[in-house]
């Protein structure tokens, strides 16, 4: 049945941030860059922020909380790697520090796919028995099936499974995804270069753009 707002009762509910201005509890955050750029790196260390109420970059936490960060992009051997690295940069160890243990999962490449029906009611127990507060996916490429060219799959994808996770779950989400490698006289420097089809980037809430330049790996917010 239709229903018509009341524009004088209405009111906006404040963002939840995990790391203001960059990772919202209550949005659909995407994460990109171009393969091997180091977004993944940046990302994991934000997840390690968010369960240890560390800050990220200067920015602070609202942490710690429960997170869960998915990674069917690396070997758990590597994923592990990075961690210890990581966790040693930020002065402790993985295996003793009580934030780190209590509040960080990892879920190490095994083949989950959204849109299949098993794996996602795995998740979603996942995150109600855990009380995610925040989910990191890497990468979005790699949790599905669908044809990523086209919008009629990728709604399915980012509609009706990505958000029905976080409604679900109560969860805020991170997605990492891929931009499509530039040609000499069409450098990336927008949104409009998100590989794949466009309700990828239509259907999230906020989106950083993460390039190597000579200083090093910066990151824009380009949608938010």
Known sequence: ???????RTWKS???????????GRDLLNLSLGLG???????NLDAAIACATGQSWLGFETTGPMQTLYIDEDCPVSETM?????????RGFDYRTEKDFLNNFHLSPM?????????CFRSIEATLLEHKIAMMFID????????DENLNIEMR??????LRLLMRKGKVGMEVMHHVSRPHKDAPVTNALKSRGATEILNASD???LFEQEDEGLSGTLIMC
Do not use: T
């Open 110 to 118: 095994c083949g989950l796919k959204v849109d299949d029906e098993l």
């Open 1 to 7: 049945m239709l229903q018509l707002l009341d524009f």
């Open 36 to 42: 091997n750029s180091g977004k993944s790196m940046y």
């Open 206 to 208: 906020q989106a950083c």
């Open 139 to 146: 990468a979005l490429v790699a949790v599905h099936d669908k």
């Open 81 to 89: 790697r990075r961690i210890k690295r990581l966790c040693i940069g």
């Open 13 to 23: 509910e404040p963002i939840r941030w995990a790391i203001k201005p960059y990772i």
């Open 156 to 161: 399915g994808v980012m509609r009706d499974r």
